[in-house]
């Protein structure tokens, strides 16, 4: 059983900074095997990658992010991290937090956390 739960999403002005977490409880099994992945969500629209880790430690980034934002983990804490910075309007989505445990095709999604860049 995995459950995922982001929180540090919010309201922020173009150009600032924003941290999100993701907590995750994976009963049965250790954090670190799984490849994490935020993704981001606006209305009428898919969910799209916005980074990912792999168990490994490899990282990967939309392009429209590269340079602003930073995925880590902390496999001690069983969390995940997403740094933002130089935020734009465009960033505004609904963040989601994605797991998969490595070497499976399942995927285990949070309830997700609004970031609204705005002036």
């Known amino acids: 059983q995995v459950q995922l739960v982001e929180s540090g999403g919010g309201l922020v002005q173009p150009g600032g900074s924003l941290r999100l977490s993701c907590a995750a409880s994976v009963s049965g099994s250790i954090f670190s095997i799984y490849h994490m992945g935020w993704y981001g969500q606006t209305p009428g629209k898919q969910r799209e990658l916005v980074a990912l880790i792999t168990s490994y430690g490899t990282t990967n980034y939309a392009d429209s992010v590269k340079g602003r934002f930073t995925i880590s983990r902390d496999n001690a804490k069983n969390t995940l991290y997403l740094q933002m910075n130089n935020l734009k309007p465009e960033d505004t989505a609904v963040y989601y937090c994605?797991?998969?445990?490595?070497?499976?095709?399942?995927?285990?999604w949070g309830q997700g956390t609004q970031v609204t860049v705005s002036s």
């Open positions: 994605n797991a998969v445990p490595g070497g499976t095709t399942r995927s285990y």
